[in-house]
């Protein structure tokens, strides 16, 4: 058996113990990797070694596959009722209630978010969204469809069966659920990939779907690298459908992976440079709240970040000084803290990444206005940075940082900052500021994203759809959208009295 990882907090936020297996999560059981190998979990705050969880292998997702379609023929799928689903399903919710600090706690130590963000955002989302697909468990129908009174004909949504999933270290248990809520609602079974930066929270999910209930083979999770275990769920041909929430790039080969082998049905979330526009006549305090959250979020790890800021000319030079000092107010820190909103960058690969960002918009020419550079003296914290002046050809504007950098930009009318806000090969999201409802709506229907905020950024609710327009993926998570992606349709004809 892997060994237990346990682990005592003691901080001003939360104090107490936690205590869960750190092996691959098989057919209801913990096992070590086929390999025995492990992969090492890195604090964020301070570099060190948190602990280690069994490394997977494409024949550890053979086994999880197997234990899934096992699953999938005889105690879920088709023979498991909507109802009896539904159940299941508020049961782990009601579990991760009972534990929410406890996760939220593990999410601050092992991808480094603020932990009070961690439980009012991520926690208590992730708990709303399985009682949103709780309650859609015995609603998946099909429609009589009028042909003649000779024929009854009629469609049926079934599951697709084995599904796999790969999931992001940005949001590690709330991506956890929006993948597994509507695949278990719609009685898909399931082979999960976590990110290796970041799998402890699904792991001690696992121990709570034990808890629950759920038939062993139902959910698997197998954790490991992208190069392998994910390339051995994009490639399975006993897998029919893929999901993955990731960089554009690597949503690419995914795409190609899954066409490849078994043209596996295939939904993508992937990155943006979301454009957040701020007219003349917005409420500026709003306006600068917004915009804050907006940006610095998450530690500006949120692939819907308004990292440019798009203000019209009358009030940039207002706006600007107002940010800068609202920025320079931004509490960077250690995420048990109970005054900080910013902690570190989940690892030194992102880190580097986005210091290297940062000297390119310094080299191109581009003014910072705050930060710029490292905070503290361990760990991998970046300061809030804010960056004008710039050109749109420079990569600081064109490219997704996915870290607390934004850029300020001026713009004249409707006209130019539409023109500048679509030139993007990105469309998740975008936002504009105005008091005039016509202009508003105007502006949401005419940028081309999936999700457009009036007046707020980055609020979610789990029965609205999210998705991008272009390269920010395919398909829709949440919202009724997203069982669409778990279920196939199939069309019955009874004859009633035709003859030829």
């Keep these: 058996m892997p060994t237990a990882f346990t682990y005592e907090f003691d901080t001003p936020v939360y104090k107490g113990k936690v205590s869960f297996n750190t092996g691959l999560f098989i057919n209801g059981q913990f096992v070590d990797g086929s390999k025995k190998t492990t992969m090492d979990v890195v604090n964020p705050t301070n570099g060190k070694v948190i602990t280690s969880v069994s490394e997977g292998t494409p024949q550890d997702v053979d086994l999880a596959?197997?234990?899934?379609?096992?699953?999938?023929?005889?105690?879920?799928?088709?023979?498991?009722?909507?109802?009896?689903?539904?159940?299941?399903?508020?049961?782990?919710?009601?579990?991760?209630?009972?534990?929410?600090?406890?996760?939220?706690?593990?999410?601050?130590?092992?991808?480094?978010?603020?932990?009070?963000?961690?439980?009012?955002?991520?926690?208590?989302?992730?708990?709303?969204?399985?009682?949103?697909?709780?309650?859609?468990?015995?609603?998946?129908?099909?429609?009589?469809?009028?042909?003649?009174?000779?024929?009854?004909?009629?469609?049926?949504?079934?599951?697709?069966?084995?599904?796999?999933?790969?999931?992001?270290?940005?949001?590690?248990?709330?991506?956890?659920?929006?993948?597994?809520?509507?695949?278990?609602?719609?009685?898909?079974?399931?082979?999960?990939?976590?990110?290796?930066?970041?799998?402890?929270?699904?792991?001690?999910v696992c121990q709570l779907v034990q808890e629950a209930g759920f038939p062993p083979g139902v959910l698997n999770v197998v954790t490991g690298y992208g190069n392998t275990v994910g390339n051995a769920i994009t490639t399975h041909m006993k897998i029919h459908k893929v999901a993955f929430t990731g960089s554009t790039l690597v949503g690419r080969k995914v795409m190609e992976a899954a066409a490849k082998s078994n043209l596996k049905n295939v939904t993508l979330e992937l990155g943006g440079k979301s454009p957040n526009i701020i007219f003349n006549d917005a409420d500026l305090d709003q306006a600068l709240n917004w915009t804050s959250f907006g940006l610095f979020f998450n530690h500006g790890q949120c692939c819907c970040a308004g990292t440019r800021i798009f203000v019209q000319e009358a009030i940039y030079d207002e706006f600007l000084k107002r940010f800068i000092a609202k920025s320079q107010a931004v509490k960077v820190g250690d995420p048990f803290a109970a005054d900080t909103f910013q902690g570190?960058?989940?690892?030194?690969?992102?880190?580097?990444?986005?210091?290297?960002?940062?000297?390119?918009?310094?080299?191109?020419?581009?003014?910072?206005?705050?930060?710029?550079?490292?905070?503290?003296?361990?760990?991998?914290?970046?300061?809030?940075?804010?960056?004008?002046?710039?050109?749109?050809?420079?990569?600081?504007?064109?490219?997704?940082?996915?870290?607390?950098?934004?850029?300020?930009?001026?713009?004249?009318?409707?006209?130019?900052?539409?023109?500048?806000?679509?030139?993007?090969?990105?469309?998740?999201?975008?936002?504009?500021?105005?008091?005039?409802?016509?202009?508003?709506?105007?502006?949401?229907?005419?940028?081309?994203?999936?999700?457009?905020?009036?007046?707020?950024?980055?609020?979610?609710?789990?029965?609205?759809?999210?998705?991008?327009?272009?390269?920010s993926g395919i398909g829709r998570e949440l919202g009724q959208h997203a069982l669409d992606n778990y279920t196939e349709v199939k069309a019955v004809h009874v004859n009633l009295g035709l003859k030829i």
Aim: net charge negative; glycine share 8%.
């Design 65 to 204: 596959v197997d234990a899934a379609q096992q699953a999938f023929e005889t105690t879920y799928g088709l023979n498991c009722p909507g109802s009896q689903r539904s159940i299941l399903i508020n049961k782990l919710a009601s579990l991760m209630e009972k534990h929410a600090d406890e996760l939220a706690a593990i999410e601050a130590l092992d991808n480094g978010k603020a932990f009070n963000m961690a439980r009012n955002l991520d926690v208590a989302g992730s708990i709303d969204c399985l009682r949103y697909y709780a309650g859609w468990a015995d609603k998946i129908s099909g429609n009589v469809l009028e042909t003649t009174e000779d024929k009854l004909t009629y469609t049926r949504h079934e599951p697709i069966g084995v599904v796999g999933q790969i999931i992001p270290w940005n949001f590690p248990l709330l991506m956890f659920v929006w993948k597994i809520g509507p695949a278990l609602a719609t009685g898909n079974t399931i082979v999960l990939k976590t990110s290796e930066f970041t799998p402890l929270s699904a792991l001690r």
């Design 344 to 471: 570190p960058q989940v690892s030194d690969i992102q880190y580097n990444r986005i210091m290297g960002y940062i000297d390119s918009g310094k080299k191109d020419g581009a003014t910072v206005h705050i930060g710029g550079d490292r905070h503290g003296n361990e760990g991998y914290f970046v300061q809030p940075t804010v960056f004008s002046n710039t050109t749109p050809d420079m990569r600081i504007v064109q490219e997704e940082i996915f870290g607390p950098v934004g850029v300020v930009i001026k713009f004249k009318d409707e006209e130019d900052v539409l023109r500048q806000a679509n030139n993007t090969i990105y469309g998740l999201a975008a936002a504009v500021f105005t008091k005039d409802l016509h202009r508003a709506l105007t502006m949401a229907h005419k940028l081309k994203a999936g999700t457009i905020w009036v007046n707020c950024y980055n609020v979610l609710n789990p029965n609205v759809p999210f998705g991008g327009f272009k390269q």
